[in-house]
């Protein structure tokens, strides 16, 4: 592989963003420069950032391929290759696809059958046949509130790249719903249940937790260990509930309801992830904590797109006008996510890293996708 060279850039590293070149060959980073532009046979970028691709640890987005609409299947060799176009057009060079393990078969209009292990084999036959443009990495969403989790892990194995594995526990009445209220919208507006079929709803869940809840957690807390999976919380909304993910081994806190749940996180050690469409939109949709509260109070780590591919740039730039650092705010999309997933070959602009590589432009305030590049190859 020829030698490329970029020059002319806004180049964010680690700690700063310097005017200078990039050299990559054979898809890693061979040479950081500052000062001058002319350089012979460069790709010039006429002042647009260049940053590490992104890295993105939980997104419900290849869901939403699979799944258009409620009751609607896609094949999923096209939804996979949508999602995984999506993505690279976002800047978003690895990604940790969230698949859900755990399913309802017989709960009142709301069930949801399994998926995750066919979904993931047609995953990474695509990835050994060089069809998918970044890189993928899967992510076990672990439903404890559900009747099979334990059998959909065991279907797992450290040959599958499982790298991370999170603890969801969509009992009603707690968590990202502990506003009965807020459930009742979003359930009955996406299954359209009835009032009476929404109460037996709430009742069967909380019958099934309260049978297989300490089972299954325990169960999971194994498959994480087997499998070599790094290990998240969900939807921490207490001090205690941080310190019961701690002592359990987690090491990411995936979206905190509440200010007391991300501050402990921090005091244990936990990295702190928050939603991009939290931050972009202002708010929860849930009415839970803020993203630029915790910001503004250090208290965040990481951000993840969630369900929009394209707040993802949009956050990690806000963050570097918010903290006035713009190194700082891209880090939370790229380095740290690299590095709290167990992955130290990307996420920065260094020597020796991983040529994936993103070409940032900024119009009217705005951050847009110019080109991605995935080990020095261009892949948008």
């Not at 919380?233 to 090491?251: I, K, M, N, Y």
């Not at 839970?288 to 990481?302: F, G, R, T, Y």
């Amino acid at each position: 592989m020829s030698k490329t060279i970029f020059t002319n850039a806004a180049i964010v590293l680690p700690d700063e963003v310097i005017h200078g070149s990039v050299a990559i060959e054979a898809g890693e980073i061979t040479d950081i420069s500052s000062g001058g532009t002319q350089v012979t046979g460069a790709h010039d970028l006429g002042g647009d950032y260049l940053m590490p691709g992104m890295v993105e640890l939980h997104t419900d987005n290849l869901e939403r391929h699979i799944q258009p609409r409620p009751k609607v299947a896609w094949p999923h060799m096209s939804a996979l290759i949508a999602h995984d176009a999506e993505l690279a057009a976002a800047g978003i060079t690895t990604v940790f696809d969230a698949m859900r393990v755990g399913s309802i078969l017989s709960g009142q209009g709301a069930d949801y059958g399994k998926y995750a292990r066919q979904l993931a084999t047609e995953l990474l036959e695509m990835r050994e046949k060089d069809v998918l443009r970044i890189s993928h990495f899967l992510h076990l969403r672990a439903e404890i509130c559900s009747e099979t989790l334990l059998d959909e892990l065991d279907e797992f194995g450290p040959e599958d790249r499982v790298r991370i594995l999170s603890l969801m526990d969509h009992t009603p009445g707690q968590r990202q719903f502990r506003d009965i209220s807020k459930l009742k919208e979003y359930v009955c507006g996406k299954h359209g249940l009835s009032d009476a079929e929404f109460e037996q709803h709430v009742d069967d869940r909380r019958s099934l937790s309260a049978r297989l809840g300490a089972k299954h957690e325990a169960g999971a807390v194994a498959a994480a260990a087997r499998l070599g999976a790094v290990m998240a919380s969900h939807d921490d909304t207490t001090a205690e509930q941080a310190r019961v993910s701690a002592r359990l081994g987690v090491r990411l806190a995936e979206f905190p309801t509440t200010e007391e749940a991300a501050r402990e996180s921090r005091a244990q050690g936990l990295a702190t992830i928050m939603g991009g469409p939290n931050l972009v939109r202002g708010g929860s949709h849930s009415g839970n904590v803020a993203a630029s509260v915790l910001a503004e109070k250090d208290l965040l780590d990481i951000v993840s797109s969630d369900y929009i591919p394209g707040s993802l740039l949009a956050a990690g730039v806000m963050l570097g006008d918010l903290w006035d650092d713009m190194a700082r705010g891209i880090k939370t999309v790229t380095a740290n996510p690299a590095r709290f997933s167990g992955l130290d070959d990307r996420g920065e602009v260094r020597l020796g890293a991983r040529a994936d590589l993103l070409r940032m432009a900024r119009i009217e305030g705005t951050p847009v996708v110019r080109e991605t590049w995935v080990r020095g190859r261009r892949v948008c």
